[in-house]
């Protein structure tokens, strides 16, 4: 199992509901959450097969930006 962490501009529970359709969408993806409260709004995602740059692009459609800052 991967991890991605991303820094993204989701800020809030609203914000939360905005991007569930877009990550929930993603075939791969076992689980993801959102740390609102961090000041980097950190976006975890666990996965096998989805890259870094299928998970931005989704959150870029949906209105956010997401920088990937570690995976492992």
């Known amino acids: 199992m991967t991890k991605l962490l991303f820094k993204t501009t989701i800020n809030c529970a609203g914000c939360v509901s905005k991007v569930?359709?877009?990550?929930?969408?993603?075939?791969?993806?076992?689980?993801?959450e959102v740390d609102?409260?961090?000041?980097n709004k950190l976006l975890?995602?666990?996965t096998e097969e989805v890259s870094p740059y299928e998970v931005s692009d989704a959150l870029a459609k949906v209105g956010f930006k997401a920088e990937v800052l570690e995976e492992n």
Do not use: F
């Open 20 to 32: 569930k359709p877009a990550l929930d969408s993603i075939k791969g993806i076992s689980k993801w």
């Open 36 to 39: 609102t409260a961090s000041p």
């Open 44 to 46: 975890t995602v666990e």
